[in-house]
């Protein structure tokens, strides 16, 4: 029997284009002789669709869709899709996470998830209710029965040998072989953070092995706001054995033969390195496109950060896409302005100059009045951050550019950037990059070129803000290995300060780094989507009180 | 038997400053002769502490606190105190919501929530696990013996009769009454909305009533970030009659002697309009003072609602702790700066005149060039917005004053407002005051001070940002008796566009603002904290993609 994994990229609430799409996969499905097309969980809405999920006429379009997409599998191959329906149940939530089987032209039956995570950047307890037991179908394909047991995402996360607390209550993956399965199917909406995609392959391949069963897992593909799915669909066999790969960071239509195993393709994973990277260009792009941008704007100061996220924004939309502006200030250095204007010819893109001294001398004077017998502080650092936010905006509005940001994850940790300044953007490129991962993707990426798009001098001055004469980031942060180390620590970890001192970090840096950290909440309530690429980013993942005192 | 209900207002996260002020109610209970103080739902951490209680540390320390507490039980009245446990069963999420028993120097007793809410701004499935039955206490004091049965704020929230969906499997009430409750108290922190406070006192009689049993309820008060809760903490006789009830919007002990009812004091519960007030001051207050800000600063356009910022400004901090800054530009009439002028005079405020002209004119200077060719637009209006937020920055950093955003939620809802211009600021004070509101509020305010504080120019001229030559807001949306009616039936009660042209709107005025809202989503991902006073308020209770496409 061929079973064909469809690992599509919907875009969120676009019911209408996200079946078009499905119907592609099913016609390449059907071409290669597939019995079987089964697509990722909530397809037909794309994952997370949250709140749409409370308006009942989208529930009922997404309903009406896989009823006429039903209509496609007379003669073809059956579908298990993806979908939200409402709980038909008096009690409970209203909704069900629901997989339809569609085939003879007709949806035959509906099957929902049992375990609804609600952690992290999950809120799934907000709408579905779970499904008391999962359940098993007989498939019939000619001669061929397969009986199938069905789970979504979560369902199969319950591994007590490798999750160190067991959230549920109940096992699936138990009911379904109790059930009799032959095959697990697990569609899925996984997204990617570095080092996870192993970490899923050794859980479900664990899951698959301690049943002798098969496993199909079906991953969505694709940026959806903060949240990058990375594909990797994968076949393990019933020692748990990849023996089949999708490619990872696009769309794949993976076809399995379960009769010939030995010739399946089986794509590699990349590296932690490429993997980011890969991630941040998926998300990226993905982010224009779905919000209906062709164009990118962003600031370039000459340091690693803009560098970055100007490569990075080249290679997902192209350098004809991309705008660099560079804004010295009178604190500026020489090689800053060389260094941006640099990298702009490096890759090719439009670059702009637009010195600020001008408005940066108005506001002084105007605002001096006011501060007088006040000594300068973080206020006149500020005010030229800000200028260069309203330029870009500026540019934004008047050419419908999207503004990128460029601040990295440590400094948006600490709060070393300025609300309205640099933090100004639709998107924050690389606000889940720590500085010192910002400095591995750049060699990365000039080594892979095989040439020095990033200038060398970038990518070996100080840090600097150049805010204010002579300033260095280090002036303020501790070095940035054991800043992140220290980042790492207490907002991906989650240690206490305790812990983090007990690992041999000084008491005083610990402390200092987690108040700044706890401090700029405000900021970060205020920040631009970030793309996520750690197990834990700022954003919807990480909700913390601002009015608060935490002793 | 004589019972005090403890209505306090915590800060979020502050264990030792929470348990300091529980000392000082406790203190007043046995003054006034309590057999038992009841506390809020988590006053321990404040409700909401949302992450904070992923810090194991954190957890720690509130346990610890609970036990210290206990000692002031020798001797003393009995408390019920809400905390958050660790849950001691090996499976399931790992906290417990839970309301402890302090007596004779101890911790005697537990009991958990059962029903935990997790829709709007509630997230209680990310943390708790439900206890699977609701439990009595049998509570001695002296020769008197009574059996209580406890409850935590959602554990009621599961009436048949007035609940439009049953979410929840079980029904505490029942549980306690099988279990020969012979009263019912119930620890909340339920937040205010408009009209909220008589649909509660509805929903808890009722219940009362159901099981002719009497029910103590006790909420807590205070603004935690955009929550504010309203307190009007109150007790229920056997037929569900409000027998007392403790003050609105502040704290209160309410003492409930059992054997003389027919004294109890009972507090009258504002009318909508006042309440709204009530709650935004309170609301302004707390978050300055919680994030530990002594000062305010806002803009002063003239118009009417930096008007109503500015007077409830005032009212929450006093007039010399709030700054009003006009800041005209060359489309600013001169009746702009006299009403801003006139309005900072009536309140006693600091008024600083700051144009903008320099500053715009240097701008354009420097973008002319670059927009060559190009017809003015809206960019040029978000120029001049943008300069004035980079103003209020320099202000608010220079001199430690927290910035008063002063969009109104018509406004925040179809986009009409600059995204690192007018949105600067650190508090939306009046972002879930619909324009409409926003002039009640305002008449409101000038017959309770008995003068024209807000000035009529103010009330009775045709709203306009004034960012281009003769701009009226009209020009641009529905009059706004009409638009606020949409964005109540879209956003409020979640119709959809086919509802609300149902009754009776111009089908393409419905589908222009359904879009405006829908597009503005990236605007208000990066909006300030704004307070909620609706019964959906943008922000954490509103969670919506912004990369999307919405049929």
């Known amino acids: 029997m061929i079973i064909a994994l469809a690992q599509i990229n919907p875009v969120i609430g676009d019911v209408a284009g996200?079946?078009?799409?499905?119907?592609?996969?099913?016609?390449?499905?059907?071409?290669?002789?597939?019995?079987?097309?089964?697509?990722?969980?909530?397809?037909?809405?794309?994952?997370?669709?949250?709140?749409?999920?409370?308006?009942?006429?989208?529930?009922a379009a997404g309903v009406a869709a896989v009823e006429a997409l039903a209509e496609d599998t007379r003669g073809g191959p059956a579908m298990l899709v993806g979908f939200a329906c409402r709980?038909?149940?008096?009690?409970?939530?209203?909704?069900?996470?629901?997989?339809?089987?569609?085939q003879h032209g007709r949806l035959t039956d509906e099957?929902?998830?049992?375990?609804?995570?609600?952690?992290?950047?999950?809120?799934?307890?907000?709408?579905?209710?779970?499904?008391?037991?999962?359940?098993?179908?007989?498939?019939?394909?000619?001669?061929?029965?397969?009986?199938?047991?069905?789970?979504?995402?979560?369902?199969l996360w319950n591994d007590k040998r490798i999750i160190e607390r067991r959230l549920y209550h109940r096992n699936p993956m138990e009911e379904l072989t109790q059930a009799g399965a032959e095959v697990i199917i697990n569609a899925s909406a996984s997204p990617f953070a570095v080092d996870k995609g192993a970490f899923r392959e050794q859980l479900l391949g664990g899951q698959a092995a301690a049943k002798r069963l098969p496993l199909m897992f079906v991953n969505q593909v694709g940026g959806n706001d903060e949240l990058i799915f990375d594909g990797a669909s994968c076949v393990f066999d019933a020692q748990g054995r990849v023996v089949s790969r999708a490619r990872a960071f696009e769309e794949d239509l993976l076809v399995v033969d379960w009769d010939h195993l030995h010739n399946a393709r089986r794509e590699s994973y990349p590296d932690a390195v490429t993997s980011?990277?890969?991630?941040?260009?998926?998300?990226?792009?993905?982010?224009?496109?779905?919000?209906?941008?062709?164009e990118a704007v962003l600031g370039l100061s000459g340091g690693i950060d803009s560098a970055?996220?100007?490569?990075?924004?080249?290679?997902?939309?192209?350098?004809?896409?991309?705008?660099?502006?560079?804004m010295p200030s009178r604190y500026s250095s020489d090689h800053s302005v060389k260094d941006a204007e640099d990298l702009a010819l490096n890759l090719g893109i439009d670059f702009k100059l637009i010195p600020i001294k001008e408005m940066h001398d108005v506001f002084e004077n105007r605002l001096a009045p006011l501060f007088q017998g006040k000594p300068p502080?973080?206020?006149?650092?500020?005010?030229?951050?800000?200028?260069?936010?309203?330029?870009?905006?500026?540019?934004?509005?008047?050419?419908?550019?999207?503004?990128?940001?460029?601040g990295n994850k440590s400094e948006l940790a600490v709060g070393y950037c300025t609300l309205y300044g640099d933090m100004c953007g639709g998107l924050a490129v690389i606000s889940d990059v720590p500085k010192t991962m910002v400095y591995h993707l750049a060699r990365h990426y000039n080594v892979q070129v095989g040439r020095e798009v990033i200038p060398d001098s970038t990518l070996t001055k100080m840090p600097s803000a150049e805010l204010r004469p002579n300033q260095h980031d280090q002036q303020t942060l501790p070095d940035y290995d054991i800043l992140d180390a220290?980042?790492?620590?207490?907002?991906?970890?989650?240690?206490?300060?305790?812990?983090?001192?007990?690992?041999?970090f000084d008491e005083g840096v610990v402390r200092d780094v987690i108040r700044k950290v706890d401090l700029n909440e405000y900021k970060r309530?205020?920040?631009?989507?970030?793309?996520?690429?750690?197990?834990?980013?700022?954003g919807v993942g990480r909700r913390m009180p601002i009015a608060a005192r935490i002793s």
Chains 1, 2 share one sequence.
């Open 525 to 538: 309530k205020q920040a631009a989507t970030g793309l996520k690429v750690t197990s834990r980013a700022f």
């Open 486 to 504: 220290i980042l790492h620590n207490y907002i991906e970890e989650e240690e206490s300060a305790e812990d983090i001192i007990s690992r041999g």
């Open 111 to 155: 099957f929902y998830k049992s375990l609804l995570p609600t952690y992290d950047v999950f809120d799934e307890h907000r709408y579905f209710e779970p499904v008391e037991r999962a359940k098993v179908v007989d498939l019939e394909v000619g001669d061929e029965h397969i009986r199938i047991g069905i789970t979504i995402c979560e369902d």
């Open 308 to 326: 970055l996220t100007a490569c990075l924004a080249v290679e997902a939309l192209g350098a004809d896409r991309v705008h660099g502006i560079a």
């Open 377 to 406: 502080d973080i206020t006149e650092e500020n005010l030229q951050a800000r200028i260069r936010g309203n330029i870009l905006m500026a540019l934004s509005n008047k050419f419908g550019w999207l503004l990128l940001t460029t």
């Open 18 to 59: 996200n079946c078009r799409k499905m119907r592609t996969f099913i016609d390449r499905a059907r071409s290669a002789g597939a019995a079987l097309v089964v697509f990722p969980e909530l397809a037909v809405p794309g994952y997370p669709p949250k709140d749409l999920l409370r308006k009942p006429n989208f529930i």
């Open 276 to 294: 980011v990277w890969d991630a941040l260009i998926l998300g990226t792009r993905d982010y224009l496109d779905k919000c209906g941008f062709k």
């Open 87 to 102: 709980n038909e149940q008096p009690i409970g939530r209203g909704l069900r996470n629901a997989m339809g089987l569609l």
